[in-house]
């Protein structure tokens, strides 16, 4: 069956640094693949969607890479802020579904 | 602009007792989708539509039923509520195929089955 994997621990960064979160799926040959933020208490929010022919995209301060011979993930946010800190859910996905991840928790100190 | 909006915020059931979880979207997409979310285990698909008219089942539907009579609108049925279905429920929405396009997410139904 198909499983993403994401790190179940949360990471700790200092504000100004660059986070890198990492989402491994296995069984599986998404064509898109989606990264969500959570906030306590709240639904997901869209944050970006990568295609299986893009290696690479990128958003204001978020770059998403996509490696479908690693089967890997990849999302960075650079000049990490304490308004950053959330959960963070990967959501790799064929054309009618997404299978989720169970997210990073994501930490950013002052 | 509401986005999707999910009602009611919280819910606490007795074993057996049946409800309906309402979901409303005002962006006109045809697709909407019903998730649980579970300590370490991610958001499960429940149900989810393609337009009016259609449904079709995720990856844990049973106890679970669904309609979609118009775009906006897409209730979750739970038939006999279970303790096991203690959970926080997710609707979600988008404009074409799930995987290809942005989610909107609801901020939740909290459930807890006594």
């Known amino acids: 069956s198909q499983k993403i994997e994401q790190n179940s621990e949360a990471l700790n960064i200092q504000e100004g640094k660059t986070a890198t979160l990492t989402c491994n799926y296995t069984?599986?040959?998404?064509?898109?693949l989606q990264w969500y933020r959570q906030d306590p208490g709240r639904g997901p929010v869209f944050l970006l969607l990568?295609?299986?022919?893009?290696k690479e995209k990128r958003k204001e301060r978020l770059k998403v890479t996509f490696d479908t011979t690693l089967k890997q993930s990849l999302f960075h946010i650079t000049a990490s802020q304490p308004a950053d800190s959330a959960t963070y859910l990967c959501a790799p996905g064929g054309f009618q579904k997404l299978v989720f991840g169970t997210g990073t928790r994501l930490l950013v100190s002052p | 602009n509401a986005g999707v909006t999910q009602t009611p915020k919280f819910q606490v059931l007795k074993t057996g007792q049946s409800m309906t979880l309402q979901c409303a979207q005002d962006m006109n997409h045809e697709y909407m989708s019903w998730y649980r979310q579970d300590p370490g285990m991610g958001l499960r698909l429940i149900h989810y539509s393609v337009g009016a008219g259609i449904t079709d089942q995720g990856e844990v539907p049973n106890g679970y039923n669904v309609s979609r009579s118009t775009t906006e609108d897409f209730p979750l049925r739970l038939l006999s509520a279970a303790p096991s279905q203690t959970s926080v429920y997710f609707c979600?929405?988008?404009?074409?195929?799930?995987?290809?396009?942005?989610?909107?997410f609801g901020d939740g139904t909290r459930l807890s089955i006594l």
């Open positions: 979600a929405s988008s404009y074409g195929g799930t995987g290809r396009q942005p989610q909107h």
């Open positions: 069984n599986y040959s998404p064509a898109y």
């Open positions: 990568i295609r299986e022919n893009e």
